[in-house]
């Protein structure tokens, strides 16, 4: 595979840390295909094709060292920074080439390798020979504090889950009516709205709000709802003799308060003739 | 595949699926080395039929294939799972009401007249639906709105012989001043509603600021008011 | 109510329900003058759960409360009911919920500090919208940053009753122990990757936009190009 090198640019692979940074131009993300081969170690190489593949595979710097330290079968606690720190910069060379994006972070793990690198060659006084002075300590903390997630999501993905690894088990429920509940609500809450409606009306300006005796506005109501039919009702039909006097004056009022609001239409033919009575818009229309 | 797999997979199938399952349906959950055939995977459903005898369940057949499905007798005590929590009804619903109330019959143009603002069909039809307003009639103009005017319901609800049982709007004006007579009236409501009756007789009987704030909060509590109104609001 | 009743309207109401029922909304099913109580309540659940033990289904207990749910052993066949294969999810996901699960309540940039890459918006997004985390609070630092925390749905979802049910994260003085476990995992790993990299190589042999975009996927899809690179590029 790969027997057709294009003609793009050599393979530019940063030495290390202090190599030449590539300018964003050199480096397009989308150039993946055609690129020639990098120079690669002996013992890594990878097509760049699959290099964009395997680099999206990596969950970052941290997963990346993982990878080599496991590759390698070395113990986490005793990591040779020297071998560890070449290989990963061969590996962000090869980023380089690709990501830009992805070159930020893996640089930062670079300098921190390239530092620890050279502090343990640097010779250090005996006394402090402690493990907190292993300037590799940070760094394998690090790595396993990240280690311990990468495992705690794999057992996360391992526990049986919906969809995956069961269904929600339900039967059929014929005639589902919602039991629905009317909101409660309390009369002075009412009075409450009415008030701001009214202050509102105030202020505007044009909107008096009479007071009425709201009996006879309910009997209107009462009094056009027995006239909803469109017909002629005769007037006596509307007076119920059992409410009494004070009944029977309300309901004059508010068939009066109707034809005034021209509401019902009265209609007499002839002096002392029946008065007929009918809503001037049925309800049915 | 053995019968109590079988019968193992077929009863799994149908409480996973969403609809109705047939025979060949049901058929095609097996590979063909492991396929059961329609006799056995029939076989298998009237033995699932037979456990479900005595089960809140039935397994049964509809026109599209098997389902289990909810027994109408327990079906009363299922429907509960559906009951929505009430809310609050909108202040705009509220004026609507108020006004309703008040000045009815009134029609639609004349309530968003005084309240200055578009009154949506949806709060006229939770009225209507509630039953505590109705159209009584038509004003002869054009378009012929409708007129609107409260329900019995609305008085009943609200515990009102008479729409003359509501403050007169002069007081209402002035909500805040006519607190004293204001708790009286909420008093009264609120002795109908039972369990809070006692409170508000204390809080006569021993007025204090701190007291009528509590008896504001209960009345303003919606569940504590309860989502239904006390039996004898109905009677 | 007796017990076999009680029984009967629980299966139901748990069948019939769209999500798990807790102790609480069970007895919600039952008026005042019924009312089992909730040992009664637990009482049926226990034998109910008895009932399932030979069955496709097992009633168990979840964050939530109680549901039905189709047995592991017998799902792969109901899962062929379904066309749609249920999704995988990333490493970079599953890590970030790691982390939101096991060191709640956390902030982004502290999963970042410990998985030493910046959490794409798009993670924290699939996860809120998926309802398996949310926002718990904010930090009191620059720029107030948002604390997130698991939900009870992400608890319903991996059938776990509590945070106390998660695995043990492993300690970190084990590690040296676990070592060779590493070592598995990485192999296995690498066996798995194995697709891709012909997947790769057939990109390679016609190369094509769709192609490209195929691979781009298959690189998005995480589990399968997992953490180490296929074989053959260390060879």
């Known amino acids: 595979m790969h027997s057709e090198p294009s003609e793009a640019a050599p393979a530019n692979v940063p030495q290390g840390v202090f190599g030449p940074i590539p300018q964003q131009q050199e480096m397009p993300l989308a150039l993946v295909r055609g690129l020639p081969l990098l120079q690669m170690p002996q013992d890594l190489y990878i097509p760049p094709d699959a290099l964009e593949v395997i680099l999206e595979a990596f969950e ?226 | 595949m053995d019968t109590t797999n079988l019968k193992r997979i077929i009863e799994a199938a149908l409480l996973a699926s969403p609809h109705p399952l047939s025979l060949p349906q049901l058929g095609a959950l097996f590979s063909d080395t492991e396929q059961p055939g329609p006799d056995a995977i029939a076989r298998a459903i009237e033995a699932l039929t037979l456990d479900t005898e005595d089960r809140g369940v039935a397994l049964v057949e509809v026109a599209s294939g098997f389902r289990y499905q909810v027994r109408a007798d327990v079906h009363p005590w299922v429907a509960r799972l559906w009951s929505e929590r009430p809310g609050k009804y909108s202040r705009a619903l509220l004026e609507t009401l108020a006004l309703i109330a008040y000045r009815q019959p009134i029609t639609r143009p004349e309530i968003e007249q005084i309240r200055g603002v578009v009154v949506s069909g949806n709060i006229i039809r939770t009225l209507e639906e509630r039953e505590w307003i109705r159209v009584v009639g038509h004003r002869d103009l054009p378009g012929r709105p409708a007129l609107f005017g409260t329900t019995r319901t609305f008085l009943d609800y609200f515990n009102l012989r008479s729409l003359d049982e509501l403050p007169p709007l002069a007081d209402i004006r002035d909500l805040d001043e006519m607190l004293p007579q204001f708790d009286f009236a909420a008093a009264s409501l609120r002795a109908d509603a039972g369990p809070i009756a006692a409170a508000s007789i204390e809080d006569d009987a021993a007025p204090s600021p701190a007291t009528a704030v509590e008896a504001e909060a209960s009345a303003d509590a919606p569940e504590g008011t309860a989502s239904a109104p006390p039996e004898e609001f109905r009677a």
Do not use: C, W
């Open chain 1, 60 to 285: 970052g710097p941290l997963d990346l060292l993982l990878y080599l330290i496991r590759r390698q079968n070395l113990d986490i606690l005793d990591i040779p920074i020297a071998e560890i720190t070449r290989q990963y910069m061969d590996y962000i060379g090869m980023m380089h080439e690709m990501r830009l994006e992805l070159a930020a972070e893996y640089l930062v793990m670079a300098a921190i390798l390239a530092e620890i690198k050279s502090r343990l060659l640097l010779p250090r006084p005996p006394a402090a020979e402690g493990i907190e002075d292993d300037p590799r300590a940070e760094l394998v903390r690090r790595l396993q504090e990240y280690e311990r997630f990468q495992k705690a999501a794999a057992d996360i993905d391992a526990l049986p889950r919906m969809e995956r690894d069961t269904a929600l088990a339900q039967a059929q429920v014929t005639d589902r009516v919602v039991v629905r509940l009317p909101p409660p609500v309390d009369l002075r809450e009412l009075l409450l709205a009415l008030r701001d409606v009214l202050r509102r009306a105030e202020l505007s300006g044009h909107h008096a709000v009479r007071r009425d005796a709201l009996s006879v506005r309910q009997r209107m109501g009462e009094v056009l709802k027995s006239l909803q039919d469109g017909a002629f009702h005769a007037f006596q039909t509307l007076f119920d003799p059992g409410e009494g006097r004070l009944g029977v004056v309300v309901s004059f009022l508010a068939i009066l308060e109707l034809a005034k609001e021209m509401l019902v239409e009265i209609v007499q033919e002839a002096p002392l003739a029946p008065i007929y009575l009918k809503a001037r818009i049925a309800a049915s229309e």
